[in-house]
């Protein structure tokens, strides 16, 4: 997109702005309203949700895509995304992970060079095989990790943990020393049920969190934490591997899927075992006394299914604004949990709402197995704070590497305003600015300079916001604050 493009990207913000500030702003369910990655092992594809009225759901037409319907998957288990905007698709029959990049920026990965299989257990030099993979995460650093169970797959392998990453630049992990086990449950690699690694979700200490159900272990929650940087987890080191959690179940084989951290540690854990006589249950814990064990005390019931019936949950999802996104593959929906009441569950008066469901979005089918966060941009001012006369930086990270970016300045932050379909705007409309236009760089990051001349009418506080995306979708950064002082 040229220069004359972006502006004119930002000449329509601004007129839709000015026209949104004109009417009451609506009590909006989200923050900021991200995109999601939904895995389908129905149909075997990835799937974007959309939420591009702003209306806090996906259910109007136009608002689910197909993201990947390409060949590789037979049974997609997991998905998360990367900082460069990668998503990573595990599938536990064909053994592979596949690396979805929307190159020519249309919205999904299904033009040809955008899916590419990032590692194979058939075909890497490492030997390393992940063996029915349940549960895929990429961290800050770019690493993908993948828990695997060893089991109903053409390959087997270990329950664990195994570490992916493109160490010589070549876009997948299969090269030697690429792929490397780095939890091993003990005693797991010689029958198939052991163990049952189901779901994983990695702490803010930066340790891991696995559920095992399996038939000669321990049933619950185990920590795994490389205290030694070392690089591979050993589990005859109580300080690396030791049972943390056996959260409340009913009946013998709890089916512990959906994990997720809130932003004051606590683990949340849904299990949908029991059948569909038994109400599903969400547990959180908290280890407050740094015991390395979740005492009965640190424990609380978060959710309670309202009724007995069957549900797959198969997935929780953490968002911006603290609430949570629960997948129900047997129902075909997400459900959305916010903590109203501040009393630490999902209990009470809509708390709980569906904000998808296949039936009210006309997709005659869509299994939900995992979902990810296609992220939006964000915004800081660097510095926030500067004395008339200076400069400051306006530092976008971008959705993804090349994005259209554009960024902007007004008198001053406001409550936010729903802007469909670019999100949430959060500053004054009236005034707004324009000051950079570009494209991210490969990093994903845009950096627009901001100088301020000596004069004293300057002074004061203003609302800075960016517009960042591509072709198919542009989203509003938060709103953040820059003040300009004597």
Excluded at 117 to 124: H, P, Q
Excluded at 325 to 331: P, R
Excluded at 436 to 462: C, E, H, K, Q, R
Aim: glycine fraction near 12%; proline fraction near 6%.
């Amino acid at each position: 997109m040229n220069p004359k493009q972006i502006l004119s990207v930002a000449a329509a913000l601004g007129l839709a702005a000015h026209a949104a500030a004109q009417i009451p702003a609506p009590s909006l369910p989200y923050t900021r309203t991200f995109d999601l990655l939904v895995a389908d092992t129905t149909n075997d594809v990835v799937h974007r949700l959309s939420d591009f009225n702003q209306d806090g759901d996906y259910n109007d037409p136009g608002e689910v895509l197909l993201f990947y319907s390409g060949a590789g998957l037979s049974n997609p288990t997991g998905i998360a995304c990367a900082p460069d905007g990668t998503a990573y698709v595990v599938d536990s029959s064909t053994d592979i992970v596949l690396a979805l990049r929307d190159i020519n920026y249309d919205g999904d990965c299904n033009s040809p060079g955008e899916a590419v299989v990032f590692f194979d257990s058939a075909n890497n030099a490492s030997g390393v095989m992940l063996g029915a993979a349940f549960g895929i995460a990429a961290d800050q650093m770019g690493r993908v990790w993948v828990l695997t169970a060893n089991q109903s797959s053409p390959i087997q392998g270990v329950d664990g943990i195994v570490k992916l990453e493109d160490l010589n630049g070549d876009g997948d992990a299969n090269d030697l020393g690429e792929a490397v086990y780095f939890l091993q449950v003990p005693g797991s690699g010689g029958s198939l049920g052991f163990s049952n690694p189901s779901e994983f979700a990695i702490g803010f200490d930066g340790a891991f969190y696995l559920a095992d159900a399996g038939s000669s272990v321990t049933k619950g929650i185990y920590r795994a934490f490389d205290a030694d940087s070392s690089g591979l987890i050993d589990t005859s080191d109580p300080n690396e591997w030791s049972l943390w959690w056996v959260p409340p179940y009913v009946g013998t084989s709890p089916a512990w899927w959906g994990f997720a951290f809130d932003f004051s540690g606590h683990l949340y854990v849904a299990n949908h075992g029991g059948g569909a006589s038994v109400v599903k249950e969400i547990w959180r814990a908290l280890d407050v006394d740094a015991s390395g064990v979740i005492d009965a005390g640190e424990q609380q019931l978060a959710y309670a299914q309202p009724v007995a019936a069957s549900a797959t949950w198969w997935d929780m999802l953490r968002v911006d604004d603290g609430s949570f996104l629960l997948g129900n593959g047997s129902a075909d929906n997400i459900t959305r949990l916010r903590d109203l009441d501040f009393d630490g569950n999902f209990n009470g008066p809509g708390e709980a709402a569906v904000v998808f469901d296949k039936n009210l979005a006309g997709v005659p089918t869509l299994d939900i197995r995992a979902m990810a966060v296609y992220r939006a941009p964000m915004l800081e001012m660097s510095p926030s704070t500067i004395v008339i006369g200076g400069s400051t930086n306006f530092v976008v990270r971008a959705v993804k590497p090349f994005d259209i970016t554009v960024t902007g300045a007004s008198l001053g932050l406001i409550p936010p305003i729903s802007l469909p379909p670019y999100g949430t705007l959060e500053i004054d409309p009236l005034s707004l600015i324009i000051f950079g236009t570009g494209l991210a760089d490969a990093a994903g990051y845009f950096v627009s300079p901001l100088n301020f001349n000596n004069d004293p009418s300057l002074i004061g506080s203003y609302g800075c916001t960016a517009l960042s995306g591509d072709f198919y979708r542009l989203f509003l950064s938060n709103g953040d604050l820059l003040t300009v002082t004597p």
